[in-house]
Nanobody, 125 residues
Framework: QVQLVESGGGLVQTGGSLRLSCAASISTFSSRAMAWFRQAPGKERQFVATIKWNEGTTYSDSVKGRFTISRDNAKKMVYLQMDSLKPEDTAVYYC???????????????????WGQGTQVTVSS
C-alpha cells in the first residue's frame, strides 16, 4: 500500500521561504519519480516540480529559479524548498508518484496514481 504524507506548510510573508516534506511509504522508492503539484482555490491542480529516479529535475515556468525539489532515497523523502515566495504561490501542495519505474518526466496529474493529503501554503502580501 502506498502512502504519501506531506508536511511543512504554513503562513509566510512575501519573499519568505518554506520547505515542504513528503514522507513516502512505498517500495522501490528510489526507482520512482516524485512530483509536487498545487491547487489554488477555484483553480485546477497544476504541476510544480518533479524529480526522476536519477535525480533529474524539471519545474514549471512559474516556480523555476525559486523552488528546488530534492529527494533522500535512504529516508524515502522528497522535499520542496520554496524561496522568494509570492502571494500567487498560495495553494494546497500535493506530493505524488506513480507506478512507472525509471521513467522520463511526467508533468500531467493524470500520469500520477498516488497522492498525499496536501499541505496548505499561504503567502501574505
Amino acid at each position: 500500500q502506498v502512502q504519501l504524507v506531506e508536511s511543512g506548510g504554513g503562513l509566510v510573508q512575501t519573499g519568505g521561504s518554506l520547505r515542504l516534506s513528503c514522507a513516502a511509504s512505498i517500495s522501490t522508492f528510489s526507482s520512482r519519480a516524485m512530483a509536487w503539484f498545487r491547487q489554488a482555490p477555484g483553480k485546477e491542480r497544476q504541476f510544480v516540480a518533479t524529480i526522476k529516479w536519477n535525480e533529474g529535475t524539471t519545474y514549471s515556468d512559474s516556480v523555476k529559479g525559486r523552488f528546488t525539489i530534492s529527494r533522500d532515497n535512504a529516508k524515502k523523502m522528497v522535499y520542496l524548498q520554496m524561496d522568494s515566495l509570492k502571494p500567487e504561490d498560495t495553494a494546497v501542495y500535493y506530493c505524488a508518484t506513480n507506478d512507472y519505474f525509471y521513467s522520463e518526466y511526467k508533468l500531467s496529474e493524470r500520469q500520477y496514481k498516488y497522492w498525499g493529503q496536501g499541505t496548505q501554503v499561504t503567502v501574505s502580501s
